[in-house]
């Protein structure tokens, strides 16, 4: 078994590069001889970072490169809670890996009131991962051109592309034309996955059957009209992932004595700063802090972290009604998946587990679409919980009360 401390020696002296160890030893090793050179070119203490507990030859390549060991983050709890779902059906504990102290306390305590008003329901309503490349086109005649083609050609692409994968199905493909540039924006069923991967490799293979049949030149295979891990008005609208919406009805005592205000108020707080406040920001998320509830379970699950941005797509309403207050979240873009990246490492696995949704659902696709209407419930008791606060002056208190 080759030393790590050797290892570490020719990292120092030029012999080797810090990608180049798993070549020579196990991903362990390799892990430990880099935790070796950097601790002696930085100065840092590394031990911390060299106590994990997934496999390192699991995550070295396919989840990370020039692997050092782990960053651990508090994973905490929150829950019991009913949700009424199209795939998620029963009570859940909804894990939340995060540093944000009061966070978890928020999410419990709107979690305990949802629960206490007999659950929330949630629907997936719309579901397909994209990908867009751009195409260059002499102009707008051309693009026309193209844009017949794929139009009478779709079977031809959608086989093309399925040819990839054993599990995604081409939904459809969206054309996009300025000036000389044509967008062809492809979506997919990609069941239990996310389904980045399986996308991008599907439509590299149709966007080549693209360039040998049509004009057209392909110039990348994201455009940047799929729209992802940045911001994006397309993906408010049209969805990405995941589209769900939860909702629930709290009867007014429940409201008064439990979140201590009142459904007025919480309507009042909530058309104030998420709509008005939200537009006046030219905000796509009009929201009090979805992405928190979001962040924890991605982090918590194995979720891609970046597609956070996507997942603060959401739209908080509350309307006051006879019977109390009824409040709802829709999550325009939710991108999630219960197998492949992250999911496959020990601790994401054993979250995913805790909830009853790891691997594969049955029906495929299942499993995810039942992690994204847990979170939504959970994004909503989050809402529910500091919209509240805000309402009764107790934001700040909280906060300080739990030392944060």
């Known amino acids: 078994m080759t030393n790590p401390a050797d290892l570490a020696d ?38 911390a970072i060299g106590a994990y507990s997934f496999e390192a030859a699991k ?25 009424d779902g199209g795939s998620a059906t029963g009570e859940y504990y909804l894990p939340l890996a995060t540093t944000e102290g009061a966070l978890v306390a928020s999410v419990n305590r709107g979690l305990s009131a949802i629960d206490d008003a007999g ?18 086109v ?16 779709t079977d031809e692409l959608r086989e093309t592309a399925e040819s990839t994968t054993s599990h995604g199905k081409l939904l459809g493909v969206e054309p996009y034309v300025v000036g000389d540039n044509v967008y062809l924006r492809f ?29 057209a030149e392909l110039v990348a295979l994201s455009g940047n009209l799929c729209n992802d891990k940045k911001p994006a008005a397309i993906n408010a609208v049209e969805g990405r992932g995941r589209t769900v919406t939860a909702d629930v009805v709290l009867d007014r005592d429940l409201v008064e004595e439990t979140l201590n205000t009142t ?45 956070v941005v996507e997942g603060a797509n959401a739209i908080t309403t509350m309307n006051a009604r006879e019977d109390g207050l009824y409040a709802s979240i829709s999550l325009a873009s939710l991108e999630v998946g219960t197998v492949g990246g992250g999911t496959k490492l020990a601790t994401q696995s054993a979250a995913l587990e805790m909830l009853g949704l790891g691997g594969s659902g049955d029906p495929p696709g299942a499993n995810a679409d039942a992690l994204a209407e847990v979170i939504a419930v959970g994004a909503l008791a989050g809402e529910i919980s500091l919209i509240a606060a805000f309402c009764s002056r107790h934001l700040a208190s909280a906060h300080e009360d739990l030392g944060r």
């Open 10 to 47: 020719q990292l120092r002296s030029g012999e080797l590069r810090l990608y180049e160890l798993e070549d020579h030893a196990d991903a362990d090793t390799a892990a430990e001889a880099r935790r070796r050179f950097l601790a002696e070119e930085t100065g840092a203490d590394l031990d």
């Open 59 to 83: 995550a070295s390549g396919a989840a990370v490169e020039n692997m050092v060991g782990g960053a651990q983050v508090p994973l905490g709890v929150a829950g019991p809670v009913a949700v």
């Open 119 to 136: 659950g929330a329901t949630a629907r997936v309503t719309d579901s397909g991962m994209t990908r867009a490349p751009v195409f260059r």
């Open 138 to 153: 002499s102009g707008v005649a051309e693009a026309e051109t193209v844009i017949q083609w794929v139009d009478k050609h």
């Open 187 to 215: 979506a997919y069923d990609t069941k239990d996955a996310m389904g980045m991967n399986m996308t991008t490799i599907a439509t590299r293979e149709a966007a080549e059957l693209v360039e040998a049949e049509t004009t």
């Open 263 to 307: 459904p007025e108020a919480m309507v009042e707080g909530n058309t104030r700063k998420n709509l008005i406040g939200s537009a006046k920001a030219g905000s796509f998320g009009f929201n009090a802090h979805a992405a928190n509830t979001v962040a924890a379970t991605f982090l918590a699950t194995g979720q891609d972290e970046a597609q």
